[in-house]
């Protein structure tokens, strides 16, 4: 199985309940990780220039790959057996 992640950016917004149940994840997990959030670290535009248009809350980036959304990034974990 692959090694934890080392550096995760989450791009999260307030109130988002994908948001928070990826950091919690990471939380209980141990991994470190850094969050933006939105309004406060980045905008809208930033987000869906970053992302494409239509992209949602939260998204990831794992060790310099966009892992894309909280299901999406558990899937990916999960397929490594890191969960």
Same mark, same amino acid.
């Given at each position: *199985?692959?090694?934890?992640?080392?550096?995760?950016?989450?791009? @999260?917004?307030?109130?988002?309940?994908?948001? *928070? $149940?990826?950091?919690?994840?990471? %939380?209980?997990?141990?991994?470190?990780? %850094?969050?933006?959030?939105l309004d406060r670290n980045f905008t809208r535009e930033q987000f869906?220039?970053?992302?494409?248009?239509? @992209?949602?809350?939260?998204?990831?980036?794992?060790?310099?790959?966009? $892992?894309?959304?909280?299901?999406?990034?558990? @899937?990916?974990? %999960? @397929?490594?057996?890191?969960?």
């Open positions: *199985s692959m090694a934890a992640p080392r550096i995760t950016t989450i791009y @999260s917004k307030p109130g988002c309940p994908f948001c *928070s $149940r990826i950091t919690e994840l990471y %939380k209980l997990k141990g991994w470190p990780y %850094k969050e933006y959030v869906y220039n970053e992302f494409g248009h239509g @992209s949602t809350f939260p998204q990831l980036i794992v060790d310099g790959t966009n $892992r894309g959304g909280c299901n999406e990034t558990i @899937s990916y974990f %999960k @397929s490594q057996q890191l969960l």
